[in-house]
């Protein structure tokens, strides 16, 4: 609603300069696999930090089976480190696809997890910034 467009942000940036403010809803579907291997524990950190007191993350993680995985430049992970980053982290769901499917380029073997986590009420983590 009119009344509510103050609280949506939608910021178009690279994952290494992005900032991200307090938040009840982080989604990610089908891009933090694109952050740089190198940047991605930073940038998970700024998502981690960024979420509320019973706020949620709704996104996806790329397994290592996705046939994409050979890809220096993406990020891929086991099961047990995906789940790893949920640590502290009411999981609400956590569901594994490990199969065939339709990508923009034809089809492609896909391997993620679909996640969505919910922080508990403890206080968050200070944003620089804020």
Known sequence: PAGQASRLELQNAPFESATLGAADLIYAYASLPFSLPADFPATWQKVRAALNPGGRF???IFGVRDEWAED???TFLTVEQARALLEGLEIERFDEFDGQGNSFLGSKHWHYFN???RN??????TLPGN
């Open 58 to 60: 709704a996104g996806q």
């Open 72 to 74: 220096t430049r993406m």
């Open 115 to 117: 996640i969505v986590a």
């Open 120 to 125: 508990p009420t403890a206080r968050r983590a």
